[in-house]
């Protein structure tokens, strides 16, 4: 019985590791060149080899958008995508949303609405508001809370999300 | 002229830290030379690894070691050196300890590589060869095994009270019934996680995720040999925990083992699945008994509870204590009783026993109310305790009365129906259900220091942890209040193992046990202060005691005279460019010994259930909630609020299912383990009623960690059957119960 290591089947004796590659990444701005194998995904780029730990990683599987950013302004999980298919886009993290130390208008809100506790689903909520805004398809209340369902919150401050996410869909603060 | 910051809104000090993702937490530290620890488990429940060839993982250039059970350094064999501050009585778990396998998905090996991605493809490569042995997981398959255990880790079950057999069999209402609550785990979205940083000399800092860095502390100094000293501990921010960071997890053991054995740092983050391999809220069976008279008055209650541990740990939590603390009844009797399993140890889960056993108990009194045709809030109300019927002591203050007035008037309670199946709008079905719940209000000794700078900015700091419970707003809110100071003049700092000794962050009781030591260390300025002030010349300040003083606006002034004044600043300038320190620690008085102390809650619920389809929806929640005084409304709201979403994941959602052919918890990922998303949260409404407790502690607060939990599910539960008059005793209600 060995179901955990059922790869060990199909691999060779000696297995073979992938050639790193130079992967240019755009993130809040600036061009970043790596040397990245080529199974590193966006997070993994972001969080452990630019230091950007502002996108968090709640479960690496695309299931509780801890790792939210926006790309080319839409929300994505970056934890479902490689770095070497992201190149020569636009990636913004939790890190490039203030403007000279100005918060965002979403940033401040989360803070006046107390819209988390612990703080680690916070910068994937306040990504997917913006990017929920920016894609334009929420109008309702209901809509609201169906297109913000990808953002878990154990801590369950969604009460106040929405809250956050109402007032920037009606001031219409984007990116 | 005194500002208030306790009782007063405020936003969170570490906001900004936490939307700029500046806020690091336990994984995020940048250290050079880091090395990727990924961590092997069990596919077996039961058995013994019979082989294990690692040696393809290990020629893989940047591979640097995989450490199993047949290489791994030596480390304490005694219990007690295992045992952490939150260990159950028994035997903890050690990590790669021998070849014997304990339970599903038990930790074999670590492989530590240059990059995360390199030794996460190694870890696949590792092979194991396994000898079963047949396991049990199936609790409700094994209750004739049920056992007192010989030593409880909580409080054992309170002696009988009264003859409650004899008064059952005498009662005239009766009902005895079964009600289950599924295994749950805590799913905090930041994964255990934990940077080892060997340094020259044998000296360790270490990155945790923690709910209490010294437990962390301890316990690698215990388990491997190194003086505590030489063990820092370092934790600023949590991404929730709800219990799981009470005890040390296994990435600890193992990123430290791995750190003084390759003389390097290394890090260990736990997967998602892998946040399913160590503690849970354990599966418990109860059985109810009740008997009342035909006019609503409790005579008998009996609550049974049988719940799962491990075969290594007897673990057990407070389900049966709920009857004593909510009920006036005369004939009480309770027990709990554990089968050991071939699991990992359950562990405390927000409110440990206290959602289980309201569950159970709250349906059942909903039942029993249901019976006699009596509406649920009156049957409460009838059979209201104004004492703690466990110990026979009256409580410090208990303003449940008021939660059940202000949260019925707020949610329209007097407008129910009680027919069940009676309130239906076009295919939904609507129902209203209550329930209340309890949780201890407990203060542990504490201690904290303050330090006042030359300009006038103070620094306080304790060993606890800020869990996302606001620790670091409430703690700046009422050392600023005692002294005087603006919230912007203060900080307060935590999660490091050399500032002053906390108790864990649990139990509700950080407020009250760490916020009395920061009140207290801040009294301590004062009169440093006001003796400073008494040795300035011509001090109008020579006569008085610190009673007579009040500090307010970055002052010093006679309480009775506030014109007579002195600027902080003005004494400070006395102290030849030296800051003023203090260290304080409290410890509960000796007068609450005397009282009971409980924080209370009443919740009203409204639920819509689709009569073809059995979907429910929660469409409103009231939780009116008495818990002393409440230090910051806005966080504090957030914490019930917070509660009210835990209650509709037990209530409708959550369970870590056991496939017992396996031996494994197969719900292992948050797309299986349903967890509350924004679409399932509607309307919440938190109540905060008026409570003065000069007994519970210094500050009068009770916490609200556990208390906004409790009361919501059964109330569910309770809207649930008037809606549909189907009661469901098996957690959690899922559209196939009610079909």
């Known amino acids: 019985m060995n179901t955990e290591n059922s790869l060990q089947a199909t691999t060779a004796v000696r297995p073979q590791l992938p050639d790193t590659r130079t992967v240019t990444l755009r993130v809040n701005g600036t061009t970043h060149q790596l040397q990245l194998a080529p199974w590193t995904s966006v997070l993994d780029a972001l969080r452990e080899h630019l230091q950007l730990t502002g996108t968090k990683k709640g479960c690496d599987h695309g299931q509780c958008g801890a790792c939210t950013v926006l790309l080319d302004g839409k929300r994505i999980n970056s934890c479902l995508t490689l770095a070497v298919m992201q190149e020569n886009k636009e990636i913004t993290t939790v890190e490039g949303l203030a403007k000279e130390g100005e918060l965002h208008p979403v940033q401040q809100a989360f803070i006046d609405h107390d819209a988390f506790q612990c703080g680690y689903c916070t910068p994937g909520q306040i990504c997917s508001v913006i990017g929920m805004v920016n894609e334009g398809k929420a109008k309702t209340l209901d809509d609201i809370r169906d297109l913000m369902s990808g953002n878990i919150c154990r801590c369950g401050a969604y009460i106040n999300i929405v809250k956050v996410a109402q007032e920037a869909l009606e001031k219409n603060t984007g990116l | ?739």
């Open chain 2, 1 to 739: 002229m005194k500002e208030n910051y306790t009782g007063t809104p405020a936003n969170r000090v570490d906001g900004r830290a936490k939307v700029t993702g500046e806020a690091k937490y336990a994984a995020e530290f940048e250290v050079p030379g880091l090395l990727y620890g990924v961590v092997v488990n069990s596919a077996i429940a039961k058995g013994k690894i019979k082989h294990m060839d690692t040696s393809a993982a290990l020629q893989l250039p940047g591979v640097h070691q995989v450490f199993t059970h047949e290489n791994r350094p030596g480390y304490s064999w005694f219990d007690k050196h295992h045992q952490d501050e939150d260990a159950p009585p028994g035997s903890p778990f050690r990590p790669l300890g021998s070849n014997e396998i304990k339970f599903s998905m038990q930790p074999i090996a670590l492989v530590v590589a240059d990059t995360y991605e390199l030794a996460r493809y190694a870890a696949l490569l590792v092979h194991v060869e396994y000898e079963a042995q047949p396991h049990e997981t199936d609790l409700e398959a094994n209750l004739p095994r049920a056992y007192k255990p010989k030593k409880y880790k909580s409080p054992p079950p309170s002696d009988p009270r009264g003859d409650a057999a004899g008064a059952f069999d005498k009662a005239e209402v009766k009902l005895e019934q079964a009600y289950a609550h599924p295994a749950h785990h805590h799913n905090p979205m930041e994964m255990h996680a934990s940077i080892a940083i060997w340094k020259e000399g044998g000296k360790l800092t270490v990155y945790d995720k923690i709910q209490g860095v010294q437990n962390s502390q301890q316990y690698i100094s215990n388990a491997f040999g190194i003086p505590k000293e030489n063990v820092q501990v370092i934790s600023p921010f949590v991404g929730g925990a709800f219990g799981s960071g009470l005890r040390p997890q296994y990435q600890l053991f193992l990123a430290v083992l791995a750190a003084l054995e390759l003389k390097r740092a290394v890090k260990v983050v736990l997967t998602r699945q892998q946040m399913f391999s160590f503690g849970h809220r354990p599966h418990t069976v109860q059985r109810l008994a009740i008997g009342a008279s035909p006019d609503g008055k409790l005579q008998s209650i009996t609550h049974n509870a049988i719940a799962e541990t491990s075969r290594f740990e007897d673990y057990n939590e407070d389900v049966v204590i709920w009857p004593g603390v909510l009920y006036d009844c005369d004939n009480v009797e309770v027990s709990h009783q554990l089968v050991d399993l071939d699991v990992y140890t359950p562990l405390d889960m927000r409110a440990p026993g206290g959602t289980t056993g309201t569950f159970a108990l709250e349906c059942a009194i909903d039942e029993m109310a249901f019976q006699i045709g009596m509406d649920p809030l009156e049957f409460r109300l009838k059979n209201y305790t104004e004492k703690d019927l466990n110990e026979d002591k009256p409580h410090s203050s208990k303003e449940l009365k008021e939660c059940y007035r202000q949260g019925a008037e707020k949610f329209g309670w007097a407008n129910r129906k009680m027919e069940p199946r009676s309130m239906k709008e076009g295919h939904q079905l609507i129902g209203w259900g209550v329930a209340h719940g309890a949780w201890e209000a407990q203060q542990q000794e504490a201690s904290a220091k303050a330090v006042l700078s030359p300009n006038g900015k103070l620094t306080v700091s304790s060993a606890t942890a800020d869990i996302g419970t606001g620790t670091y707003t409430v703690m700046t809110q009422i050392a600023a209040e005692v002294m005087g100071l603006p919230l912007e003049d203060v900080t307060f700092e935590l999660g490091d193992s050399t500032m002053p000794k906390s108790p864990l962050e649990g139990g509700s009781w950080t407020v009250s046990s760490v916020g009395s030591a920061v009140k207290l260390v801040c009294e301590k300025l004062q009169e440093q202060l006001l003796k400073m002030a008494q040795k300035m010349k011509n001090s109008p300040f020579s006569e008085a005691k610190l009673a007579d003083v009040s500090f307010a606006n970055k002052q010093m002034f006679l309480t009775h005279a506030p014109a007579t004044s002195i600027s902080l600043q003005a004494i400070l300038d006395q102290n030849e460019g030296k800051p003023l320190e203090a260290e304080a620690s409290q410890k509960p008085d000796s007068k609450q010994k005397k009282y009971s102390s409980y924080s209370h809650s009443a919740t009203f619920v409204e639920v819509q259930v689709d009569e073809e389809l059995g979907t429910v929806k929660v469409t409103r929640i009231v939780t009116a909630v008495a818990a002393g005084r409440i230090i910051n409304p806005k966080t504090g709201r957030s914490q019930i609020l917070g509660g009210s979403v835990w209650g509709i994941g037990v209530a409708l959602e959550e369970h870590t299912v056991l496939d017992h052919n396996l031996g494994r918890f197969m719900t292992h990922d948050l797309d299986k383990y349903h967890l509350p998303v924004s679409a399932d949260v509607h309307e919440t409404d938190v109540i905060f009623v008026e409570e003065k407790d000069e007994i519970v502690n210094p500050l009068g607060a009770k916490g609200l960690g556990e208390i906004g939990i409790v009361s919501v599910a059964p109330a569910i539960c309770n809207a649930v059957f008037h809606a549909t008059g189907k009661r469901i005793r098996e957690l959690p209600i899922t559209l196939d119960k009610l079909l």
